[in-house]
Structures are given as structure tokens and as C-alpha cells.
């Protein structure tokens, strides 16, 4: 019979109250194992205590280069902060700068070590790193951020190998797939070159689309062999997330679809286990 896994993953952990209280009830009535840390997140200390009371959740860490908050002084990462010593606001605006040569290697691996330490002084078991809009896989950025896994003792990261043709919405998105295929191949390289454990299939928004219970279901019943990775980031309260993250995603829907009953009907059918980062071979 062949091995089905499903890896759900919660991005954005800390974040906010209403994305850590969507993650708590996600674990408890639905088939969410996994969620990556915001070490700048407003609501870390939050985050860490539904982590803590709920140890079936495998905790990972969400590397946080742009839209949040450094963990280091702005001063001391120049390169990374706006005047107003945050994080640039997107990938579009980090990713200018880094073709100009304006992104310092050494600030990006100053913060990054700085927001690992932070994520070790928890105490959590840690199962892998990611991040925030797919940063880590930038190139330069990618070497740093295995090395930062790997100054944490982990040897899981996330590659986000997304179809290209997929739902296809138009050239826009289409640009904005082949961009992060053609860093995800290299990241890969890199990480398997390092011997590093990656889920076999990855799944999730690129553009902004929710994975509403529908499209979940459509994943579920496509499952290939093996671990697929499906990215979320679920909510409960989108009238208040979207201003409050500057985003206009459907947190609830995507936190519906964690917990759908018909979600968890179709696991048991096909008999897919459910996993996080710890369990990938």
C-alpha cells in the first residue's frame, strides 16, 4: 500500500493572538502537527505557551527578513531596516535591495543566529526552519539559514517547490512561480548536499490565495506517495488580521479547512498519517 503523509503546516505562529488561538484550536479539532515561530512576532510569548501545552505540535522556526520585526538592534543590522527600524515591507522591497548589493550577508546572518538563540532560550524541542515569504531561499540566504538550522542541532528545512501551471491565475503569478522553482531547486541542492531532510511534495499558497476547505480537499484527494508539506496560516478573526498584518487573506478559511469534518473524513478514508517535521525519513 503505498505511504501517504500529510504534513500541515501554520505559518506565522506569534504573529498575533488571533493566529496563536486559531493554531491551538486547529491542533486540538483538527490535523494541524506543525507551526513555525515568528521570533519578532508581537505575540511570541503567546505562542510559546499554547506550544508548550499542546507537545503533539512539532514547533519550527519562521526566519523573519522582511514584513515584521528584527530581534537584533536596528543598529546593529543597518542593511535590513527601514528609518523606522523595521523590516522592509515585502519581498518585492528586500528583493530589490538585494540585487543592488544592499543587503549586508553579514546582518542577515546576525539576525537570523540572533532570532535562533531566541527561539532556543524557549526550551522547545525546535523540528525545522522556514520562512517568512520564502526568503531563506534566496541565494546567500539559503547557506545561512542551513547554518543556522544546523547550529540548532535540526537537519529539517522547508522547500517550497510549488507547480508551476497549478490553478494557474494569470503571467503575474506564473513570474512569481518560476521565480521561487528556480530558487527552490538550487535550495534543494543545497540541502541535500548538506544532508538535510525535506518533505517530498509541498503544497500552499504563492499568491495570496486561501487553501479554503475545497482546495484542501483537492489536495487530499491527489495525494501523491510520501510527505506533502501543505502550507496555512490560519486565523480567527479576519476583520481584524487583515489590517493588522497589512494582508488580504482569508485566515478563516483556512483555519475552517484545518479542522473540516470533511477534511478529516477523507484522512481516514485514505488513511493518511498525519506528521510534522520530526517524523520525516
Known sequence: MPNYQLLVNADDFGRHVLIDQAVKRCVEDGCLRSATLMPGGKAFDDAVEV????????VGIHLTLVNGFPVCEAK???SLVTK???FFDNHVEFVKHFLKGQIAMEDVRRELMAQAAKMERTGLPLTHVDSHQHMHMLPGVIDISLDVAASLHLDAV???RTPLFTAFAGMGQLIGRLGLFTLS?????KAKRRHFRVPDHFEGIVAGEAVHEGHFLHILKDLRPG?????MHPGTDNEKLIPACDWEHDFEAEMQAIVSPKVRRMIADKA???VNYRDLK
Open 51 to 58: 506550544a508548550r501545552c499542546h507537545p503533539e505540535l512539532g
Open 76 to 78: 546593529d543590522i543597518p
Open 84 to 86: 523606522e527600524g523595521v
Open 158 to 160: 522547508r522547500i517550497s
Open 185 to 189: 531547486e538550487l535550495s534543494l541542492w
Open 227 to 231: 510527505t506533502t508539506e501543505v502550507m
Open 272 to 274: 493518511v498519517k498525519v
